[in-house]
């Protein structure tokens, strides 16, 4: 278990880890997909990844759909969280990793050469993550949270980012939300952590919500959709010399992945979710493919994926006001770009 006053030692420690993770990369240490491997306009014909257990990544179904071709993605495992995921990338074991944000936003204010080229998942009405307590718990409001527990898949990720943000809203001083306790817990075993009541609060997003919502009693204290409305919340990223080194191969991965998020929001719903589980199914991996008649949308904001200066600057604020960056230290522009993106001619 981890209090908020107890996170705020954790940057500091992964940003000591992250400098020699920096110091490897810039010495050659980290691994790189070789330039040797590709032909023809491209650097590269294949994309080292890390996928999610029981879903299909925006990159999955545009290899599916032909999007990639000629280029090929390769499976190396599951992830276990953002973060991780793009802490993979920096390092040079996987091509692209996909992250929250803001915790893209703190890995790039501690020199990370990364850079956010397009954006996957986000919230709309559709799409969410709430903050469920159980039917007749104590907990009314943010100041109920004083002293409680709330479980989420991963620390300084999307989640706490969205509960500090709604415990400041409401009023409860920074002393007040260091007595709030995060808890790390594996999205399966977060519902039935909060029935055991071995946690006040458990965030559950899509899938996991719907199926908890279906056995019934809880409901949400709040939404991340209350509080910010439609937006992409996260991104892809790519690092510095994979750019300069991939450039053809970053932008075809790049332009299949956006019409790959535009081809699941225009296509029927049916047929969205009939792709999915024959990916999965083709795939081998032992998964469920039931949970994925609960898939409603894209969630991603931008057209084809497309970012803009507002999805970083409220995290960038966010973290100065924290205490992680200071004021000037990196703008949106320094963390995104989207010259890869077809999409970016049509706005």
């Known amino acids: 278990m981890h209090s908020l006053q107890r996170k705020y030692t954790l940057p500091v420690f992964s940003v000591l880890i992250l400098s020699l993770i920096f110091i490897m990369f810039l010495s050659g240490c980290g691994k790189q997909t070789s330039n ?5 306009k491209y650097e590269t014909l294949e994309l080292r990844y890390q996928g999610w257990a029981n879903k299909v990544t925006y990159p999955e179904l ?40 803001g915790a893209i936003v703190q890995l790039k204010g501690s020199n990370a050469p990364i850079k956010s080229v397009i954006g996957y998942y986000g919230v709309d009405k559709e799409t969410w993550s709430g903050f469920y307590v159980l039917d007749g718990s104590s907990i009314k409001s943010a100041h109920d949270l004083i002293g409680k527990k709330v479980g989420m898949n991963t620390l300084g990720g999307h989640s706490e980012f969205v509960l500090k943000e709604y415990l400041r809203k409401n009023g409860l001083t920074e002393k007040e939300i260091e007595q709030v306790t995060l808890v790390a817990i594996p999205p399966v075993n977060t519902e039935q952590s909060l029935r055991q009541k ?7 997003g899509d899938i996991l919500r719907d199926k908890a ?24 990223v790519m690092t510095d010399r994979f750019l300069k080194e991939n450039p053809n191969t970053a932008k075809k ?37 039931s949970i994925m008649k609960y898939w409603k949308s894209t969630s991603v904001a931008g057209k084809g994926g497309l970012n803009s200066n507002k999805e970083f600057s409220v995290w960038i604020n966010w973290l100065v006001k924290d205490g992680q960056l200071k004021k ?16 970016k001619k049509q706005n």
């Not at 040797?36 to 023809?40: K, T």
């Not at 919502?213 to 892809?236: C, N």
């Not at 000037?328 to 999409?343: K, L, R, V, W």
């Open 253 to 289: 991965f790049v332009e299949g992945t956006a019409k790959a998020i535009e081809w699941a929001r225009t296509s029927p719903r049916e047929e969205v979710i009939a792709r999915y589980e024959k990916i999965i199914k083709e795939r081998g991996r032992n998964e469920d493919t």
């Open 213 to 236: 919502l279906e056995r019934g009693g809880i409901h949400p204290l709040f939404k991340d959709y209350d509080l910010f409305g439609t937006f992409t919340a996260g991104s892809y």
């Open 198 to 204: 071995q946690i006040d609060v458990a965030v559950l």
């Open 62 to 101: 545009a290899q599916d759909l032909g999007y990639l071709d000629p280029i090929k993605l390769k499976w190396i495992g599951n992830t276990t969280s953002g973060p991780q995921d793009i802490q993979t990338a920096v390092t040079g074991d996987v091509d692209f990793g996909g992250a929250f944000n």
């Open 328 to 343: 000037g230290q990196i703008a949106p522009s320094d963390i995104y770009t989207n010259e890869f993106n077809p999409y």
């Open 36 to 40: 040797a491997s590709g032909s023809g």
